[in-house]
């Protein structure tokens, strides 16, 4: 039998977990079961070719609200090309109401609800060998048509080579605890869709095989993120999140895990993400596994956890500041710090303990640390949200995003939509568009500001001249808020930009800021060159930006320092069997003369009236911040 597990993820370098772990888990049958992943940039008629040409008997899909238009385009067509084909569905986006799922949806036979290792197993021992019946598999559910007998009902392929209308078929509906059928083409049946009861919960997580080993998948993983789980649940009950409905939390056992990542460490891969719901909520699972990690470093994977930030106790902060950085990086949702918001939606964390430990976690100048809020909550206005913004930007995480409520399906919040006005998108990722306390217009004045955090803030390109403008308004919001109106202003929406025409906005708006004030020409200049550093911080440009000129009489000093340098190899020792020419291309040196830039960086070498001259090396990249290497060079102006 030919069998299919497809996927189709947000973005190339993410890998679906889902896929590879329900093939590891098929046994036996694995050998029979095929993988193919897409993204959601391939075109439908592309990925609908891909799978055709298989030929799938058995076809599984892999559903989230990323890609549920996609998979209910796909399955059609399938459907109608395929039609003795067996097609189901998985994941979050159709297993909370399954049965409504599939009464809108005819072109899938079912739905695997819940943890799927074992279901799927089943379900292959049921469709290869004709092993027990759908009624006897629980966590599924799925299409039952009955024939012109009211108390007989039948699964379509029950028993492989059957019709609906053999006698050896024939299942009594009350038989089915649940299930679901679909084939509504036979005369005189009648579709049905049966629920069967939930699957329990395997009690140890030590039983899911671990595939990336595995040598079919060593390419497969080459240059994308690794997810990986070291546990199973969430003792949480946030009220926007489907994780909240099993509040029980298993753990891999620590020997295992220790062992599994070894393999990654010894593989050298760039990225493991672990997808564990909240790494930190067991003190000892979560210690155990830095101290593995800091003892067992490779200096070259980079680890990251999605925690809690006021569960961190003292230990698992000393832990983190000895990482070496870029070791670790940090996920922590702070999602908003209005109180009565946090009520409401069931989070008791502090936002004072938070920040505190944020900003230990920060002076060790070693963990990215990446912070949530989510707009659209429950007693949280557009004021509100603006201190929430305020007072997380404050913290100067490497990442701040600013997300929006997704009034998921089987969630707290959605049962409550009504009560709270909650009114969200009718389809996927279901946004919310208005609340009693925050209008659509605010809203949509939020998403302006969510893309000027994304270009300004949160890529890390434009760091110092950022922070040099906060200053000039009242609150960091409006800083985003100024940037969002001068970008309308000037006619740049859904412009595609180049890197160097987001400076040159950038610099415009700088001189829309500061013209009226005294001295302006000083400042201007600060700026260009808190302009120039951001731009050689993160790129060899070898054509120079328009503001910086021409550096003139320093050419010749910089060429200098480069020949001397192949002599000496004071600063750049690790290049010793290149050339100063090849030097000068392989890093870049600039001289900088505002007294502020030469403050920032030059700690003490040469007075700030003097100037500075700084080396940028892009061989030795900061982990946290991807910018170059920089040194103040000491030689003669």
């Known amino acids: 039998m030919r069998i299919l597990l497809a996927a189709v993820n947000a973005k190339y370098i993410h890998s679906n977990l889902a896929v590879y772990s329900l093939k590891a888990a098929a046994g036996s049958y694995g050998g029979m079961v095929e993988l193919a992943e897409y993204t959601i940039n391939h075109e439908p008629d592309e990925i609908f070719r891909s799978i055709y040409r298989r030929r799938p008997e058995l076809l599984f899909l892999s559903c989230y609200i990323w890609n549920r238009r996609v998979i209910l385009e796909t399955a059609a067509n399938i459907r109608k090309v395929l039609p003795d084909a067996v097609i189901w569905a998985g ?52 299409r039952v048509h009955m024939d012109a007998s009211p108390e007989v009902a039948c699964s379509r392929d029950e028993i492989p080579g059957n019709t609906c209308r053999e006698e050896a078929c024939r299942v009594r509906v009350d038989a089915v605890p649940g299930a679901a059928c679909r084939r509504d083409e036979v005369p005189g049946n009648i579709c049905r869709v049966h629920v069967n009861p939930p699957a329990v919960p395997m009690r140890s997580l030590d039983e899911l095989p671990f595939f990336y080993g595995a040598p079919e998948y060593s390419e497969a993983f080459g240059n994308r993120i690794i997810y990986y789980e070291s546990s199973r649940g969430c003792p949480f009950s946030c009220s926007y999140c489907l994780s909240s409905i099993d509040k029980s939390v298993r753990f891999r056992s620590l020997p295992l895990v220790e062992q599994e990542l070894s393999f990654f460490l010894e593989a050298r891969v760039p990225q493991v993400k672990f997808v564990d719901r909240t790494f930190n909520c067991n003190h000892a699972h979560a210690q155990a596994i830095w101290r593995y990690l800091l003892e067992h470093d490779n200096g070259v994977t980079n680890f990251h956890f999605e925690i809690a930030g006021d ?32 009520e409401a939606i069931h989070r008791k964390a502090e936002f004072s303990e938070i920040a505190g430990r944020v900003r230990r976690i920060a002076k060790s ?89 994304e270009v300004w803030y949160n890529s890390g390109q434009f760091a110092y001249t950022i922070a040099a403008l906060e200053p000039y308004f009242p609150r960091p919001f409006a800083l985003y808020e100024a940037l969002a109106d001068y970008y309308k202003e000037t006619g740049q929406e859904g412009r595609a930009w180049s890197r160097m025409q987001r400076f040159e906005f950038l610099r415009a708006f700088v001189r829309s ?125």
């Open 365 to 453: 100048r070693n963990i990215h640390q990446h912070l949530d809020l989510i707009a659209g909550l429950p007693y949280e206005d557009f004021e509100s949200f603006q201190k929430s913004f305020d007072d997380v930007y404050r913290l100067h995480p490497q990442e701040l995003q600013l997300g929006f409520l997704k009034v998921l399906r089987g969630s707290e919040l959605h049962r409550r939509a009504q009560e709270y006005g909650i009114v969200s998108r009718s389809e996927p990722p279901y946004e919310v568009l208005q609340t009693r306390w925050i209008t659509c217009g605010e809203l949509l004045r939020l998403k302006e500001i969510e893309e000027m955090l």
């Open 91 to 142: 994941g979050p986006e159709v297993s909370y109401d399954a049965e409504q799922f599939l009464l809108e949806n005819p072109q899938f036979d079912g739905v695997m609800c819940g943890e799927g290792e074992r279901t799927f197993r089943r379900l292959l021992a049921y469709y290869v060998d004709g092993c027990g019946t759908l009624a006897e598999i629980p966590g599924i559910a799925y």
């Open 311 to 342: 569960l961190l106790n003292e230990e698992e902060l000393g832990l983190l500041a000895q990482m070496r950085p870029g070791l670790v990086q940090l996920e922590i949702g702070v999602q908003t710090t209005n109180v009565r918001a946090l």
């Open 513 to 637: 800021v500061v013209a009226e004030r005294s001295s302006v020409a000083p400042v201007l200049h600060y700026f260009d060159e808190l302009l120039t550093l951001d731009l050689y911080l993160r790129e060899n440009a070898k054509s120079r930006p328009v503001w910086a000129g021409d550096p003139g009489a320093y050419r010749e000093q910089a060429a200098a320092f480069y020949r001397q340098e192949e002599q000496t190899r004071a600063y750049l020792p690790e290049y010793r069997e290149y050339t100063w020419k090849q030097l000068m291309r392989m890093t870049h040196l600039e001289y900088f003369t505002s007294a502020g830039v030469a403050g920032m960086l030059s700690a003490g070498a040469q007075t700030a009236s003097e100037g500075v001259w700084l080396l940028f090396d892009y061989g030795r990249r900061d982990p946290v911040t991807r910018g170059a290497f920089v040194q103040v060079v000491d030689m003669p102006l």
